[in-house]
């Protein structure tokens, strides 16, 4: 865990106090850009050599300056060489090289010259040649420290970071105010996978050198890396100042957009967008078709309409990225304009920043000193399943040619094994062009309201495990950068066709993994969805290029060194892959068993049982012995109300193996089926209900199931309406919950936040909002917990905080189109607690006008609204259709609904037998207990008011 901000300036103040009194803590960005403006003015007026004021400026950020001086200035060595700093800067990698070259050719030990040449060979990813140019510096001046720190930087890249981490500190011994040596001993910190140990040095880096681009991105990321959303904004403060020192910077445009942002949708959405985009789906199609002229023409009569919107031009910039038949000079060079343009136009838009720096990184590719052969590799690459590969892979045919596909087919290996079983579920996989999201490209706004699990925005990320990857992950990939297309294909097939036995051993190896410190990179630590997807690739793939960071530089090497065991059972996987593909069916039987389990539960979903009993029939022919098919099976039984028959598939399931704990839930369910049909005594489901999710959660040893089955059982406890027992339940697991994960910590957090609901909406109590509170500050776009911790602002009666919290979340949804209806009807009746009858209505309209509708468990919440509103009829008509309750909570809620319609009607008295009743039934219902004293005080029935609050009080107080 990286260290909090207090704690690093602590540990940074005997540092900082040996520093001039000018010297600025990373922080203080405002400081720092004011002194950033006076160095630049400064540096213009300066009595220098043209060469050095260029220099200087070129430090500072002033591009345009600087190249207005190296106009005006004699061609002389020195001269040249601040031209090919500028040229590196960018991305115009032979013209910087022709220029070294003319001053080697004169001054053949020019120190300036063999740097800049050691960084170029770093660039074409010639990593020895640069050490051994760095290193004849060094034999010339042993404490050569800019010499030092290259050949440290090269090591770091081929990851020999303790020899890396040594030339760093042999820097700083030297000389103690470099600030690029400690610079480099924090970037061996992140790539060694050490982050908490990266920050200090970061920081005594910038305090020397407040204007290095590269340091301030590595200083917003590790703010990033702390995963609080309320340090975003602090996050965004550096990264602005990076691209003011560097405008092409490349890493800080691909994390700002790739979904590390302080923005949400809300701040991207205009309300003509959806209009622009249909107006320009007939230049996209044009595109499609190879006819870039005539698109480019249709898109500026488009943006004539439009001049305030930014997605004609991202369409105009996209469409000369992916003009491959263009000469790649200018239809780069006219990308980056376009793209520079937007961002000037719109602040910090993250498909903009995406856009920059995919131009930047094909500018960078082709300086790769194996990038013809690459090049012929991709073209030579023949397509040996174009059918299969058409059906998972439909929109790699809207590109023109066949050069992307190619790319695609040349970056997935043996895992074209899959394709067939991923067409059995109509699985598909998308290439979006720069101009289009993931909302669009897979028909979903979930990906414009959403955060990853490390704060990222869902809006602006170009890769999706459900099945997308950007085309410029496309391009990276087939020139050795990080595969994304594989390691998002990986998830693909990882969540619709591995088995249960597959997905849980590569869980224990992540565990395990985790345990021994054997994950080969942080990305690949979050989760063991990350840790397959990272590690697959790097089974197949002896060579990586110019990593986008310490997450992208996995090899076959580093994967049998680090996780031997792991590789283990990749090799298998892939040796049965083989097998399939060599035409052993059976290699692979009961994967297709689990995609007809998967085609089963869809088809159960969709209440077509008759469907979902042939699937399952097709999974049991190719596994028999599949116990989620089997369980399954019984599922279907049981929703047949075929009790007899689900029981017998559930024998069948124990004599495959007794001691799988889903067997055991699979049980609870089918009596708590029973109860509800009249089968089965309440208290008899109940206890043996008790009795297997304890027999369950003992059994099971696979941490996430683990955590499934708490979830299920502390649920089921608050449906019987035994609040104590759901909250020791979800206490207990949180307080020792195994936190190795993100899904893991998310299971922690959400139980947390349920025992904290329970209470909130139970008792009074101050405690469970601020817990809640601490969790949506952390999550702010998780919208159940800010639906819970809602609730319990409610129930405290803070109903205009519970408001803002709500608001502040409907505002990204109504954004991306989807607002949600269950925070609809909570803002309108807390709006009516407040007394504010117009507001409510306000809040409620969608629902009263039926655009928007509630789900079946929370229908009963609109009742007392509709009947505030003074629409008695509707709320009458509302409460006589909602079904039939199941549990005692239901009965309660639907009980309490019309006791609310029945007080907003002034009919007290009744109100006050329907909300005892319900009471009776739910005891835990604090709104309603506060209802009805507050109504037992009106009616002058002080005492019996006094009691209701007491039995309240007393229930709590023995819980």
Not at 353 to 361: D, F
Not at 414 to 428: A, M, N
Not at 683 to 709: F, H, P, W
């Amino acid at each position: 865990m990286l260290l909090t901000p207090k704690k690093l300036l602590l540990c940074s103040a005997a540092f900082l106090a040996s520093l001039s009194a000018f010297a600025q803590h990373p922080d203080e960005v405002a400081a720092v850009r004011q002194k950033l403006q006076q160095e630049r003015q400064e540096a213009l007026t300066a009595n220098t050599s043209p060469a050095a004021k260029a220099s200087r400026l070129l430090d500072l950020g002033a591009w345009q300056q600087a190249k207005q001086v190296l106009q005006a200035a004699e061609p002389d060595q020195e001269a040249k060489l601040v031209q090919a700093r500028l040229a590196i800067l960018q991305n115009e990698f032979e013209r910087a090289e022709k220029l070294v070259q003319e001053v080697l050719q004169k001054s053949p030990q020019e120190r300036e010259a063999l740097l800049l040449q050691s960084k170029l060979q770093v660039q074409a990813w010639e990593l020895e040649k640069a050490k051994a140019t760095a290193k004849h510096l060094l034999r010339k001046n042993p404490k050569d420290e800019a010499a030092a720190l290259a050949v440290g930087r090269a090591l770091m890249l081929q990851k020999k970071y303790d020899e890396a981490l040594g030339w760093a500190k042999k820097v700083q011994v030297w000389n103690p105010e470099n600030a690029q040596a400690y610079l480099l001993e924090s970037d061996v910190h992140f790539w060694n996978q050490k982050p908490e140990l990266a920050e200090q040095p970061l920081i005594n880096s910038l305090t020397l050198d407040p204007f290095n681009a590269d340091a301030r991105f590595s200083y917003g990321y590790a703010i990033w890396r702390r995963v609080d959303a309320t340090q975003l904004d602090a996050m965004a403060a550096q990264w602005e100042l990076a691209l003011a020192l560097n405008p092409l910077h490349y890493v800080t445009h691909w994390h700002w957009g790739n979904g590390h942002t302080n923005l949400t949708y809300a701040d991207y959405a205009q309300p003509e967008d959806e209009e622009v985009r249909k107006a320009l789906a007939s230049a996209d199609k044009l595109l499609s078709e190879n006819k870039l002229r005539e698109a480019l023409a249709e898109i500026q009569m488009v943006q004539q309409k439009y001049k305030a919107s930014v997605l004609p031009a991202m369409l105009r910039g996209s469409a000369y990225y992916m003009a491959f038949d263009m000469e790649r000079v200018a239809r780069l060079d006219s990308a980056q304009a376009i793209f520079q343009r937007i961002l000037d136009k719109k602040e910090h838009y993250g498909p903009a920043h995406n856009a920059l720096a995919a131009v930047i990184k094909q500018k960078q590719l082709t300086y790769l000193h194996n990038y013809d052969s690459l090049h012929q590799v991709v073209e030579q690459t023949v397509i040996k399943d174009p059918k299969n590969f058409a059906r998972v892979f439909p929109d790699a045919a809207y590109y023109p040619g066949k050069e992307v596909q190619q790319m695609v087919w040349s970056q997935l290996y043996e895992s074209i094994v899959y394709f067939p079983f991923l067409s059995k579920q109509d699985e598909k996989f998308v290439i979006p062009p720069l101009h289009v999201d993931l909302t669009i490209a897979m028909g979903s706004p979930y990906f414009r309201q959403a955060t990853t699990f490390d704060n990222r925005q869902w809006m602006d990320i170009r890769g999706v495990g459900s099945g997308a990857a950007g085309i410029e992950y496309v391009v990276r990939g087939s020139y050795l950068e990080r595969n994304v297309v594989l390691h998002e294909y990986v998830h693909l097939f990882h969540q619709s066709v591995f088995t249960d036995a597959e997905k849980r051993e590569v869980r224990r190896l992540y565990n395990q993994a985790m345990a021994e410190n054997r994950t080969l990179d942080y990305y690949s630590a979050n989760n063991e969805h990350e840790y397959l997807a990272q590690t697959y690739p790097a089974y197949f793939e002896p060579v990586k290029v110019h990593p986008l960071n310490h997450k992208s530089i996995n090899t076959t090497a580093d994967l049998k060194a680090k996780d031997p065991e792991l590789y283990t059972f990749l090799d298998g996987l892939v040796k049965r892959q083989q097998a399939y593909l060599a035409g052993d069916k059976q290699a692979m039987a009961s994967n297709w068993a689990q995609v007809y389990l998967n085609l089963a539960e869809q088809a159960q979903r969709q209440k077509d049982l008759k469907k979902a009993t042939v699937y399952l029939d097709s999974a049991l022919v190719w596994d028999a012995a599949y116990q989620p098919a089997i369980l399954a099976y019984a599922g279907v039984k049981q929703e047949q109300q075929e009790y007899q028959a689900a029981r017998e598939w559930l024998d069948r399931a124990i004599k495959v193996n007794p001691d799988y704990a889903p067997v055991y839930v699979a049980e609870a369910n089918l009596y708590e089926a029973m109860k509800r049909s009249g089968k089965l005594k309440a208290t008899d489901a109940m206890m043996r209900q008790v009795a297997l999710y304890q027999k369950a959660a003992a059994l099971e040893n696979d941490l996430l199931t683990r955590a499934s089955i708490n979830e299920r059982f502390r649920e089921f406890y608050a449906d019987y309406g035994m609040v104590p027992e759901a909250i020791a339940v979800a206490e207990t697991y949180a307080a020792n919950a195994p936190t190795i994960s993100t899904y893991l910590r998310d299971s922690r957090d959400e139980a947390l936040a349920y025992a904290n609901w329970l209470k909130g909406t139970t008792r009074a109590t101050d405690e469970a909002a601020q817990e809640l509170k601490k969790l949506v500050a952390l999550k702010p776009q998780r919208y159940e917990l800010r639906k819970q911790y809602a609730d319990v602002l409610a129930a405290q009666g803070k109903s205009k905080a519970a408001i803002e919290t709500l608001e502040e979340a409907q505002r990204i949804l109504a954004a991306a189109g989807v607002p949600r209806a269950d925070f609809m009807v909570r803002m309108a009746d807390y709006h009516l607690q407040l007394g504010n009858k117009d507001a409510a209505r306000a809040a409620a309209q969608p629902l009263l006008d039926g655009k928007a509708k509630l789900a079946v468990a929370e229908q009963h919440l609109l009742v007392p609204v509709l009947a505030a509103l003074g629409e008695a009829d509707k709320a009458k008509a509302t409460l006589k259709q909602l079904p039939k309750p199941q549990t005692v909570v239901e009965q309660a809620q639907q009980l309490a609904a019309k006791g609310r319609m029945q007080e907003a009607k002034g009919q007290a008295g009744s109100a006050i037998r329907t909300y005892e009743r319900s009471l009776l039934l739910y005891p835990y219902q604090l709104d309603i207990r506060q209802r009805l004293v507050q109504l037992l005080q009106q009616k002058k029935r002080r005492q019996d008011a006094q009691n209701v609050q007491e039995a309240g009080e007393h229930l709590t107080q023995s819980n």
